[in-house]
C-alpha cells in the first residue's frame, strides 16, 4: 500500500508552487497524495513568514495534523522554518525542519520519514541556498503559477524574504520555455509567472545571463498558453521595454502589480527602496499612455517606523490621484533581524490599523471606479470551477472579476463578453457577445 502524504501551504503563490511541485516528486517516488483533512502517514507543512503571526499559525495546523493522524510524521518546511528552525523543532508534534537548501532533497533527507527521539533540524546557512528548483502550481485545470526566479537581492529594511530565501537566482530561458511547453500540453489555460522579485530574473550561478524582457519575448511565441500574467513586479525593474511589450503583445495581459510600499519619499528612503515616488508616477502614466484600460495593483504597507499622519497623508492623497486600480493593504510588523525593528517613530498599532482601514476603503472606491470605466467595454473572459450561489466566475484579461449564470459548459473556457454593470456585491454581470452554440460547435 501506498504511505499517504498531505501538504498544507501558508503564504504566497510562490510557496503554492513549490508544495505543488513537493506534491508531484513525492507521487513521482511512490507517495499517494491526500488532502489535508484526511488521515496521512505524513504531513509537510509550507510556512511563510511574511504572515503574522507565524509561529502561531505553524503551531494550529501542526495540532490540526496530529488530531487526523496522530501517528503522523510531521514536517516544517519553508520561509519560516529557514528563519527560526529551533523555535519550530520544540512545537510539540514536529519531526522535521528543513531549510531552503534542504527542502527539495527532503526525500533523500528523512529517511523514509521514520519517527525519531528528537526532531531533525536540517536548516543550513541561507547562503547555502543558491540553486534554483523549478516549480509550478497544479491547483486546478485553468490557471498555474510557474516560479521563474528566488531570493532577492536587495536589502528593503523591513523584508526577511532574503534571509529566508537567500540571492536572487532563476533558470534559464530555455528551462522556463521547456516548462512552459509541458504546461502547454496540459488544460492549462493561463500562467502566472512567479518569484520573489521577478524583474531580476536572468542572474545563474551568481552571473547575469538574460534579463527579464529575453524571458516574456521567449515565452511569448509558446503556442498552446493562451495568457501569461506577470505576478508582480518593482517599479525600478518595470522598464519601458517591458511595457511597450505587453501592450504590443498577444499573450501578455494588460495587468500589472507593482509594490509602491509607501507614497512618502522619506519613508521610501527609511525603507531602502529603490524608487522615489516620481519614478512610480512615471510607470504608472507609460502604462496608461499604452494601454489605458489596464489594471494596475499596488502593495502598500501602513505603520512604517517614522510614519507621521503627514506622512500617511502623503500616501493616501498619493494613491487616491493615481490611476490604479487597487491596493494590496499590509500592516507593518516588525521581524527579527530587520533593520526596520530598531528604528525609532513606531507607529501604536490602533493607528497602524486605522491606517489600514483608510486604505481598504481607498482600494474598494478604486477597484468600483476602475470596473464602472470599462462598463460597455468588450473582454475575453477565462471561466472557473469557482461556482457560488448559481453564479460562476472568471477573469477578464485586465484582471475584472466577472460573475455569470453557472453553466459547466464553460469551465476553464475562454469566452468574449460584454461588461454590463457592477453588481451591489461588487462584481460585474456580463453578457455573452457570441452564442455557446458558435463556441461549442
Ligand atoms: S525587493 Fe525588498 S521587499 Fe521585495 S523581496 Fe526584495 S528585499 Fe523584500
Known amino acids: 500500500m501506498k504511505r499517504k502524504v498531505a501538504f498544507y501551504t501558508l503564504g504566497c503563490k510562490l510557496n503554492y508552487a513549490e508544495t ?12 499517494q497524495k491526500v488532502p489535508f483533512h484526511e488521515p496521512a502517514d505524513i504531513y509537510i507543512i509550507n510556512t511563510c513568514s511574511v504572515t503574522d503571526n507565524a509561529d502561531k499559525k505553524c503551531r494550529k495546523v501542526v495540532r490540526e495534523a496530529q488530531k487526523i493522524s496522530p501517528e ?6 519553508g520561509c519560516y522554518a529557514q528563519l527560526k528552525p529551533k523555535e519550530i523543532a520544540e512545537i510539540p508534534g514536529v519531526d522535521a525542519v528543513l531549510g531552503a537548501a534542504e527542502k527539495f532533497r527532503l ?18 546557512d541561507i547562503s547555502e541556498a543558491y540553486e534554483f528548483h523549478y516549480a ?5 485545470r485553468t490557471r498555474t503559477f510557474l516560479k521563474v526566479q528566488d531570493g532577492c537581492n536587495y536589502h528593503c529594511t523591513f523584508c526577511t524574504i532574503p534571509l529566508a530565501r537567500g540571492k536572487s537566482r532563476s533558470d534559464s530561458v530555455a528551462n522556463v520555455l521547456s516548462a512552459a511547453r509541458e504546461i502547454a500540453q496540459t488544460e492549462v489555460k493561463e500562467v502566472v509567472l512567479t518569484g520573489v522579485n521577478i524583474g531580476d530574473f536572468g542572474i545563474t550561478n551568481g552571473k547575469r545571463q538574460s534579463r ?18 506577470i505576478s508582480s513586479i518593482e517599479p525600478n525593474l518595470l522598464s519601458n521595454e517591458i511595457i511597450e511589450f505587453v501592450a504590443r503583445s498577444q499573450r501578455f495581459v494588460p495587468h500589472f502589480h507593482i509594490p509602491l510600499q509607501s507614497g512618502s519619499n522619506k519613508i521610501l528612503r527609511l525603507m531602502r527602496r529603490r524608487y522615489l515616488r516620481e519614478l512610480y508616477v512615471d510607470r504608472v502614466e507609460k502604462i496608461k499612455q499604452l494601454m489605458p484600460h489596464a489594471c494596475i495593483g499596488v502593495d502598500v504597507i501602513v505603520g512604517f517606523p517614522g510614519e507621521t499622519d503627514e506622512d500617511f497623508l502623503e500616501t493616501y492623497q498619493f494613491l487616491n490621484e493615481l490611476p490604479v486600480s487597487y491596493l494590496h493593504v499590509f500592516t507593518y510588523s516588525e521581524r527579527d533581524h530587520t533593520p526596520a525593528a530598531l528604528m525609532e517613530g513606531v507607529v501604536p498599532q490602533k493607528v497602524r490599523t486605522q491606517r489600514s482601514k483608510m486604505l481598504r476603503i481607498l482600494s474598494e472606491k478604486k477597484r468600483r471606479h476602475f470596473y464602472e470605466d470599462n462598463i460597455g467595454r468588450q473582454y475575453t473572459v477565462l471561466f472557473e470551477d469557482d461556482v457560488e450561489e448559481g453564479y460562476m466566475h472568471g477573469f477578464t484579461e485586465n484582471y475584472i472579476r466577472v460573475s455569470a449564470p453557472y453553466d459547466p459548459l464553460l469551465i476553464n473556457e475562454l469566452r468574449p463578453v460584454k461588461l454590463l454593470q457592477v453588481d451591489d456585491k461588487g462584481k460585474m454581470q456580463v453578457e455573452e457577445t457570441v452564442p455557446a452554440y458558435e463556441i461549442h460547435k
Do not use: H, N
Open 212 to 229: 527579464f524582457i529575453d524571458l516574456v519575448e521567449a515565452l511569448d511565441e509558446v503556442e498552446g498558453i493562451d495568457r501569461f500574467r
Open 107 to 124: 526525500l533523500d533527507l528523512l529517511d523514509g520519514f521514520k519517527k525519531t527521539q528528537l526532531p531533525q533540524v536540517l536548516a543550513s
Open 72 to 77: 503522523a510524521y510531521i514536517c516544517i518546511v
Open 136 to 140: 509550478f502550481s497544479w491547483q486546478d
Open 20 to 31: 505543488s511541485s513537493l506534491g508531484r516528486m513525492m507521487e513521482e517516488r511512490g507517495y
